[in-house]
């Protein structure tokens, strides 16, 4: 029989879950629809249901209910579901606890007011709009961590934020394995003989590459009974709960391969919203906030599928169907084009192999802020130095370099590196996907990524949040993290498309 504070808190849950809705939906709307007078509207009403919601985050109601069941004779009686929710919501609670209600409140209103600045400075490309906004970002962000985890270094706060358990030790450990091993790998590619993308130049039709967008996400799983799309300048993906999940776009007129790995990167991660246990809606059991592990479902799609040439052998006669420029473009043409390998300035569009550097980039300039104190003014420079040392190339302006992102505007600091994470999970998952289902050049080659899906679904997206990523790299791959199989993985693939 369910105990009476166990009924209570779920109602609870239902309320809070109810501003949540109303708050996402908010969110959707800035993102997709809202004309620009009607934003200031918009962003007063989601401070309101922010506020109010974090309010009921933080009541004493909410903290007598946790503490009753947190007590081992509640607690004991309560199934694994409920004691991953009431442990996990007691820690958050004692955090939330401490942020000043006013400060929170002021935070909401900084971070809409900073991400409408850098799209206001990214279409101008002047860092000057958005300095002032980074500034306080940042102040808020160190403000926030001293609340929520006092005496702790903030940078590491902000890691284990998005990657519970990860710390810049890890990352560091990491990331110099992989710079060992790539910039030389990367030198070799571009010494040897490059493709042709002269084909790839010309108009591709908006409206041809949205219908290319829904063949993708329906190749892939994707369930549009549980999701829809919309169009904005940065592609994301955003949940109700798993039975509404919602990817973006953008789209180039002048090139339609960005837009493709967009939907099959989006896919991933709405593929991974939708095969969550349903029973874990509406609480912290659901969506996985762990976003290494998130990253590394889209970039599974993404990389290791999506830039496989057997993922494209079954739709490849139907992507020119849509998109007539692909009939005169062979199977092995586009293989070489979508994995073309070329230092670039933007990171959404980079290789796979280049844009682990964009990451490193992003995650030593963090380190730069949080902990050896440079300036917003500084930032710029620092960026345009690191882009020389680690890609050879130098940002013509401020929209291709330090203003491509928005992470830094919502205060989404300590996310990239999960970025790269993802791609080192992914090395990982290869090698047990191969174990488990066989070859998986011959699943694709055969149609069957459904397969793949599913084997994700099981090993991965049901279980949404109620692991830690060391948790589940143990469990799915039987091993502790490590950049090994990426590298190999990178290795074995580039070197037979290269003729290194």
Not at 211 to 229: A, C, E, H, R, S
Request: with cysteine; proline share 3%.
């Amino acid at each position: 029989m369910m105990s009476q504070t166990l009924e209570n808190l779920k109602s609870y849950l239902k309320r809070m879950d109810q501003y949540n809705h109303v708050m996402e939906l908010l969110f959707w709307d800035m993102e997709t629809n809202t004309p620009k007078l009607g934003f200031e509207g918009h962003a007063e009403a989601l401070t309101f249901f922010s506020t109010e919601q974090f309010k009921m985050s933080t009541s004493e109601e909410l903290g007598a209910m946790l503490e009753k069941l947190a007590k081992p004779q509640e607690f004991d009686a309560l199934d694994s579901k409920w004691q991953f929710i009431v442990t996990r919501m007691k820690r958050d609670f004692d955090k939330n606890k401490r942020i000043p209600a006013e400060f929170y409140e002021s935070y909401v209103m900084a971070r809409a007011e900073s991400e409408n600045a850098w799209k206001e400075a990214k279409n101008a490309s002047d860092y000057s709009i958005f300095a002032p906004h980074l500034e306080k970002m940042i102040t808020k962000t160190r403000e926030m961590a001293a609340y929520t985890d006092p005496g702790k270094e903030v940078y590491n706060v902000l890691l284990d934020q998005y990657e519970e358990g990860m710390n810049s030790d890890t990352m560091d450990r990491l990331f110099t394995e992989l710079k060992k091993e790539l910039i030389p790998l990367v030198k070799q590619i571009l010494a040897a003989k490059q493709p042709d993308d002269s084909k790839f130049a010309g108009h591709y039709d908006i409206e041809a590459q949205k219908k290319v967008q829904k063949l993708l996400l329906d190749y892939i799983g994707f369930d549009w009974n549980k999701g829809t799309v919309g169009e904005t300048e940065h592609p994301f993906t955003m949940n109700f709960s798993s039975k509404d999940v919602r990817v973006t776009n953008h789209f180039h007129e002048h090139d339609a391969i960005s837009a493709m790995f967009s939907a099959i990167h989006e896919g991933g991660h709405a593929i991974f919203e939708q095969q969550v246990n349903p029973d874990f809606d509406g609480t912290v059991a659901g969506s996985c906030s762990n976003m290494g592990i998130h990253e590394s479902q889209s970039r599974f799609y993404e990389n290791i599928l999506g830039r496989n040439k057997n993922f494209w052998m079954p739709i490849y006669e139907k992507l020119g169907t849509l998109l007539p420029q692909f009939q005169k473009i062979s199977l092995e043409e586009f293989y070489q084009e979508i994995n073309h390998v070329r230092n670039s300035f933007i990171r959404i569009d980079a290789d796979e192999l280049t844009y682990c550097m964009h990451i490193i980039l992003r995650y030593e300039l963090e380190k730069a802020i949080f902990r050896d104190g440079v300036s917003v003014e500084e930032l710029p420079a620092l960026w345009n130095e690191k882009m020389q040392e680690y890609l050879q190339i130098i940002p013509g302006n401020d929209a291709q370099g330090i203003l491509q992102d928005t992470h830094w505007s919502g205060g989404s600091f300590g996310y990239f590196p999960s970025y790269l994470l993802g791609s080192i999970y992914d090395g990982m998952y290869l090698d047990a996907l191969q174990e488990q289902l066989g070859n998986v050049d011959d699943i694709l080659k055969e149609g069957r990524i459904a397969e793949i899906t599913k084997w994700l679904g099981e090993q991965i997206h049901q279980y949404g949040n109620t692991r830690t990523p060391g948790k589940l790299i143990e469990d799915v791959c039987g091993k502790e993290v490590s950049a090994e199989p990426l590298i190999r993985h990178f290795k074995k693939k580039y070197s037979e498309l290269y003729a290194l």
